[in-house]
């Protein structure tokens, strides 16, 4: 099967996260990751993000032109949230979110298999500013959505621990809430995240604005994907700002982020979900 220069490799990276979700749930029965474990399993989703990068790049920026759908936007969310955890997880406490972005990769990775996408502009593989606004866009989404995860980790470990859960344990989940950081701790993580995913979100909002006719090839049209982006972008910056002044925390900025991070999926991924599933339209 061949779909706009797919094959069966394309399959690939799934099978690699498959395979490292399916160890992963057999090696968790034993609590303690001893250091070589931990080298092997970064060591292998390295590999599967290289898999999974190669085909990314060649389904999108195709022979036949710029290739994209929700698919594709969700296979690369995926795609930079995983790159980055794999980055940060070197220096920085957060083994714990190595399952989600896992599986959120796993999910993500098949979609362009069973969704090719369409072909949006053919001059937009050697459009400089349009590769530069795509790119940044991307890694803004992708961090932002490792936030995201960030967020609903710390909300279960939140809820846990008023439960009572971390300090007496019973089944399998506590486990792996008894080795995450301090919630103080996971919440300066999370700020980290947001202050430059947001600053990334920025640039791609209003470079999107002042340069839609070059980018697009376009005028500036105010539909649900520009809405919900500047909806987005405003909830964003509404809690950093909420963050800064009067030092906003614990549940209600949990909330306050994952319904910015909605909105921003709604404008990205969904839209394209709408047109191409939906309506059928490309």
């Known amino acids: ?11 690939l990276p799934f099978t690699i996260y498959l395979f490292l979700l399916t160890f992963l749930s057999w090696r968790s029965k034993t609590k303690v990751e ?38 594709q936007d969700l296979s690369l969310i995926a795609w930079v949230g995983l790159a980055f955890y794999w980055f ?45 606004h795509f790119i940044v866009a991307t890694i803004a989404v992708g961090l932002l959505t490792l936030a995201a995860m960030h967020a609903i980790l710390m909300t279960v470990q939140d809820r846990a621990l008023h439960r009572q859960l971390a300090i007496a344990p ?9 080795d995450l950081p301090p919630l103080m701790t996971m919440e300066s993580l999370l700020f980290n995240l947001l202050y430059v ?12 604005l002042l340069f839609s006719q070059t980018l697009f090839g376009k005028p500036l049209v105010f539909d649900h994907k520009t809405i919900f982006a500047l909806l987005s972008w405003f909830l964003f910056g509404s809690l950093l700002i909420a963050r800064w002044s009067v030092g906003l925390r614990g ?4 909330r306050w982020v994952l319904s910015a991070y909605t909105a921003l999926l709604l404008a990205y991924a969904g839209s394209r979900f709408v047109l191409e599933v939906i309506l059928q339209r490309a």
């Open 197 to 208: 995913g947001f600053a990334l979100l920025s640039l791609t909002v209003f470079s999107g």
């Open 251 to 254: 549940r209600v900025a949990l």
């Open 34 to 71: 001893p250091p070589v474990f931990t080298f092997l399993i970064q060591a292998a989703i390295l590999v599967a993000l290289l898999m999974h990068g190669l085909q990314l790049h060649d389904s999108v920026f195709a022979a036949q032109g710029f290739v994209f759908g929700f698919a």
């Open 1 to 11: 099967m061949d779909i706009l220069g797919y094959s069966g490799s394309g399959w």
């Open 88 to 132: 940060q997880s070197w220096f920085l406490p957060i083994a714990s979110l190595r399952w989600m972005v896992l599986f959120f990769a796993l999910l993500c990775s098949a979609l362009p298999m069973l969704f090719p996408g369409t072909i949006i502009s053919p001059a937009a593989v050697s459009d400089p500013w349009f590769k530069g």
């Open 170 to 178: 019973i089944g399998r989940s506590a486990h792996w809430l008894e």
